[in-house]
């Protein structure tokens, strides 16, 4: 794979006479004065400056290697300046990145010699001048913090020490390698054949004269073509930006050191360039930054109050907007403005724009979690990326599913690491539908590792301004260009979810992720709801667990497309985050109301429930309110419940298994059939590499493949109690699973407790089941209600989602209006990717891809999915026992109060019961869950003095009355009851 990509032609090496010129050039830019002294202290994990063991170092030569891919050095440059030397700069090369620091320990410059494709090539070639070093003392003495991360986003390559040495930089070959390289890619990227024959000959003419040793002649040529000024009614707003993924081919370690790298080179940057804006989009970086270089930290807030740094976004990380819970998104808002608010004093004017450039796919309700959370506006690039339809829009209303909607704008480009070159603007340009409007952001900078613009970036459009043959170039902050694009008329729309046709895969890899996500989602939300029955104030003690919970829920953590070290280091942390919360339930379980002695069960949802828990070896039922905690009590016997050798029944249902293991027969109380083709139909399909995003994508041939169907090798048949269990074994050479089908007594859910112990190597697990009743669209659960998605193919754009996003459950409901009407849907307590489409639902269990991750999903996995049948007009029964299998009761001992809040309208679901982020009281968030008009009334025993209606971060908008609530189709709501 390096091979293949490193012979990617970049433009210089698609012109090698143009290449040979610009090295002839280059090779005039610096003139080497004296050679430096380096030595090495090399370390597997990073070393802070004030740690470092100055005795350990030892002399490194150029050329040596200093590290393999993520291993960390300290390189010490040491020399002399030369006598009567003018204006000497010291220049130091690697292959790698780092952070340079005077002997004091005060950071000096940030150096990057890391290759994106398509880079143009810098005028210091394998070196980069270091402008801050301090040479008046005639000394050279500087520290180097260098890391290798890899070639691109392989984790391939060394570091390398190409060497360091003082140099004279002549001007005019500077400023002439950037006028030749401006003009020959404008040249080779015009549609315009007179310009390109105007700047060949004039290239020409300036190579002439500079060969001819008169390169202020050859300045001079050039100038003549760079004072043509466009013609163009086209202006791109350009915005600086280091796009840097919080985790990916590299573990959060190392972010948060490319991230001090980041802003020490855009604060370079902003002292060199006059003009230069520079936008950084996750405040999680900027909090790591105050812990660690607090100094650094206080000159971004100095640039930031200079109008030179802009805060885009508001949320905490840029994250996974498919995967993450409703509440998870708010929090990603709640958290990220309160810090950006606390520490640079933005207000809600400041904070409209959420920028989201590299996620995968946007969820159908996220315009209305934007538009609650103070966001108007919208930026991505990824739509760019779809591999099937080319997405019709760039500017654009976005819609969600209740009804609100943002302006998006999509940078032309489809990069958010443009080069700022002409080939770029003009590509902007042509594949730009809104073109009319005159105007596009253009996001420019290295990215994805972090960097930002460099010296070629800011050179390039220096002469790009207002250049003939091309659009005109202004900078500017994305929310100036919002501002002014938010006053246009756009008629431009689009409703529902912005799919991604690609990366469908992170739906499913990495499953322990997933898994600990959802368990970390519900734990906070029963812990910040016991917080508010017991009286007691957590907000401080949950922020630091909320704040590791959004971070793993950024992109490339969630999704499971980062190396091994960050899907291990996300379970460590997962697993940490549970134990606290588990620490501080129990502490919060013990402040509780209290009767008599004796077992409760507490239930933290908003739907009355008519439970079986064991206890103690027995047990028992539960018949407890919302948000209440009754006694149990308990149980008769269960005579509703029988089998034989290949049935089992509740009375509600009577399942029937054929000698494979596969459900061929799920008959109602009323004699309804609700199989057609076959249930839990456990496949094995081939899973083949992707190149180059194996953990991101399926191929969608899969389907058309035959898959590897698992057989019971055995199984028998048990009455525990209130269960009826059918325990069946699966084992292939490479699988094995355990699986547990029950029945519970009063249920109409069959369902799948799971234990696969998966071995295998680029395969996919999947159940598949084939409903009677299956119609033309598939309901799945979003963040705060439900999307519907076609289960035809009737055209490309259907086809291309062939693999789709669900969170507890997906449903299909018969077309057929008769009496043999019906429901279909698949519940999951962890699983998130499924296949709806020509009659069959699919639950994605299991992948096993081998990049980045070579070892991802190998091992031990525990998880339960469940089926129900349905009366059409009861999708509320499938909301509820989706919660019921997400949402345990929880035992404590003599623990019994009434319902502290409801709706009194099942199809309003009270989603979060939580303390106020300022102390003023209690916040209850509601919504809608079914996608029709409601009026209820809010049910609570919470004293308070005034209700009154918030925005999603808690901004009063006015007063509530609870009596008489209503709400559009999935509407979220969000009330806070103040303290008297």
Known sequence: MLGVLATLPGLVDKHPFHGRRLRAIRSRVYRSIADLRADVVRSPEPIRFAELDHGA?????????????????????????PAAT???????????????????????????????????????????????????????????DVAFNGFLFLGVGRGVYFGAHLAERDDDAFGLYYDYLALFALAESTGDSRLAADLHAALGEAFSRFAKGDTRAARARLAEELSQPSASAFTYSAVGHGHLDMAWVWPIRETKRK????????????????????????????QWTKERHPELFERVKDAVAQGRIELQGSFWVEPDTNLPSGESLIRQALVGRGFLKDEFGLDDEDLRLCWLPDTFGYSGNLPQILRGCGMDWFQTIKLSWNSVNVFPHRTFHWEGIDGSSVLVHMPPEGDYNSRAAPDGLLKGIDQYPERDLGTALLVYGAGDGGGGPGEVHHELLRREGSLRGLPKVEKSTASAFFRALDKRDIPQRHSGELYLETHQGAYTTIGHTKRHNRIAERKLHEVEALAVLAGADVNVELGPLWRDVLLNQFHDII???????????????????????????????????RGDAGASAINLTSFPRRDHLRVAGRWWSADVDPYAAARLQPVGSFSELSHTADTISNGLLTVRFDPSGELVSCVDAGGAEHVAGGFNRLAVYQDPYQFPFDAWDIDPGYVDTKPQVLAVTSHRTSIDGPLVIRHHEYRAPKVTVHQRVVLEAGSPVIRFDTHVDWRERHRMLRAEFRPRHYGAEALCEIQFGHIARPTTERDSVEKAQFEICAHKWIATVSNDDGSDAGG?????????????????????????????????????????????????????????????????LLIADGVVFDSAV??????????????????????????????RPTQTALRTSITHARAFATDLIERRLGSADLAQLSFRPFEIKTILLERP
Not at 116 to 132: K, N, W, Y
Not at 904 to 919: C, I, N, Q, R, Y
Request: contains cysteine; glycine residues 10%.
């Open 57 to 81: 170092f030892e002399p490194i030569r150029a050329g040596a290697r200093f590290g393999r891919t993520l291993e960390c050095a300290w390189l010490h440059i040491t020399g002399d300046v």
């Open 86 to 144: 003018a204006d000497p700069i010291v220049m130091l090369g690697i292959r790698g990145e780092g952070l340079v620091y005077s002997p004091d320990g005060t950071m000096l410059d940030s150096i990057s010699t890391v290759w994106i494709q398509g880079d143009l090539p810098h005028s210091g070639g394998r070196f980069r001048p270091l402008p801050h070093a301090e040479l008046s003392s005639g000394r050279v003495d500087l520290y180097a």
């Open 259 to 286: 991230a001090a790298r980041t802003f020490v080179k855009a604060l370079d940057s902003i002292d060199r360039y006059d003009d230069f804006i520079y936008g950084t989009s996750q405040p999680q970086q900027l």
């Open 559 to 593: 999704t499971g497309s980062s190396i091994e070290r960050v899907n291990r280091e996300a379970r460590e942390s997962y697993t940490a985050i549970e134990t606290a919360l588990d620490r501080i339930g129990a502490r919060l379980t013990g402040e509780l109301p």
């Open 824 to 888: 279909f849907a698949l519940l999951n307590d962890s699983k998130y990717g499924h296949r709806a489409k020509n009659g069959l639902i699919s639950l994605n269990l299991l992948r096993a891809p081998t990049f980045p991750d070579k070892t991802a999903d190998r091992g031990a996995h525990g998880f339960t999915y469940a089926f129900m049948p349905f009366a059409p007009d009861d999708l509320a029964a499938v909301v509820r026992e989706a919660y019921r299998l997400n949402h345990p």
């Open 902 to 931: 409801a709706a009194e309208d099942l199809s309003v679901v009270v989603e979060t019961v939580k303390p106020a982020e300022d102390g003023s009281g209690v916040v209850v968030r509601l919504y809608e869950s079914l996608g």
